[in-house]
Nanobody, 119 residues
């Protein structure tokens, strides 16, 4: 009912920047939650940042001050990543919760986009 398409990952040197995007489409009435998670090799998936509405945000301590989550009215969520460190290397997943036209609520994961921070 809801499809997510992620983009923007890649290889970047330490100190560099990347911007991830995740667009939601389908039978959406309204998006209720948007977040980015990441999973590094041999580690559990962790919450990186979340946004509620247009301005209420929360961040993991490890990225606060370096990453910025935002969204737009077209059901797209972004993650601007600055001052990247090797420990930010992971596969990044967007997660969106939405009310759908069938009357239910669904939570959907993106396909994941790899970010590698290395010199």
């Amino acid at each position: 009912q809801v499809q997510l398409v992620e983009s923007g990952g890649g290889l970047v040197q330490p100190g560099g920047s990347l911007r991830l995007s995740c667009s939601a489409s389908g039978r959406i009435v309204s998006v209720r939650s948007m977040a980015w998670y990441r999973q590094a090799p041999e580690k559990q998936r962790e919450l990186v940042a979340s946004i509620t509405g247009a301005t209420t945000t929360d961040y993991a301590d490890s990225v606060r001050g370096r990453f910025t989550i935002s969204n737009n009215a077209q059901n797209t969520v972004y993650l601007q990543m600055e001052s990247l460190k090797p420990e930010d290397t992971a596969v990044y997943y967007c997660n969106i919760g939405a009310l759908v036209t069938s009357g239910g609520y669904v939570e959907v994961w993106g396909q994941g986009t790899p970010v590698t921070v290395s010199s």
